[in-house]
């Protein structure tokens, strides 16, 4: 697909897009075309989330995307799972999949996080990573960075209860209500998520 432009003549005048397709057997990617991806405007719900369309690519760089479902091995059950992403030596992600989880008084009157349920499979979108919208007595707050996310609330006494993230990132696991960390997910980062506009700045933290 090549798209003209009239932008100014020391920039992008046109893009080429191109998505080739593979799947994971054992350790090696092979290409597969089995289920091919369409490339167009309009926004593409995918087994990855909503995918908002195709458009020139303006800001430089190589996106990594990476989505589908986390499995036990062996099919047992567990409460906790690692996945990690590591492309060449410059791009290293690494998330923790939890079962469900809630904050619950501890012995010290403090909210603590219960023992996750154990699980077989879950779905690696940013709907089970932090975000969400949290009640406050004058209306809904809505956590900007994700508003399709679980696990935020305005305050301690409101998350009681109520449910954690069911996935993390490893190096900020959340430890207390108050914890607000940017969401941990993979495949197709949501268009109105506030990170998109991070982005811009060079904090590449998708």
């Not at 995918?51 to 589908?68: K, R, T």
């Not at 809630?102 to 979108?125: C, K, N, Y």
């Not at 406050?136 to 956590?143: A, E, F, I, N, S």
């Not at 508003?147 to 449910?163: H, R």
Request: glycine share 16%.
């Amino acid at each position: 697909l090549l798209r003209g432009g009239t932008r100014r003549d020391d920039t992008m005048l046109g893009c080429v897009i191109a998505r080739p397709s593979f799947r994971l057997d054992g350790d090696e990617w092979v290409h597969d075309d089995s289920e091919p991806w369409p490339i167009e405007r309009a926004p593409n719900d995918t087994p990855l989330g909503t995918m908002w369309g195709d458009l020139p690519l303006l800001l430089g760089g190589v996106d990594v995307l990476l989505g589908g479902t986390i499995h036990a091995p062996k099919g047992d059950k567990t409460g906790r799972l690692e996945v990690a992403v590591e492309v060449g030596r410059a791009f290293r992600r690494k998330l923790v999949v939890f079962g469900e989880r809630s904050w619950q008084r501890g012995a010290d009157g403090t909210l603590v996080a219960t023992r996750p349920s154990p699980f077989r499979s879950m779905q690696l979108g940013y709907d089970r990573a932090f975000g969400g919208m949290a009640e406050t007595r004058v209306g809904t707050l809505p956590d900007g960075n994700n508003l399709a996310g679980m696990g935020y609330y305005f305050d301690v006494e409101s998350a009681e209860g109520q449910p954690l993230p069911n996935i993390e990132r490893a190096e900020a696991l959340v430890t207390s209500p108050g914890d607000k960390p940017r969401p941990a997910g993979l495949g197709y980062y949501p268009r109105d998520g506030g990170l998109r506009g991070a982005q811009l700045y060079g904090d590449a933290i998708f």
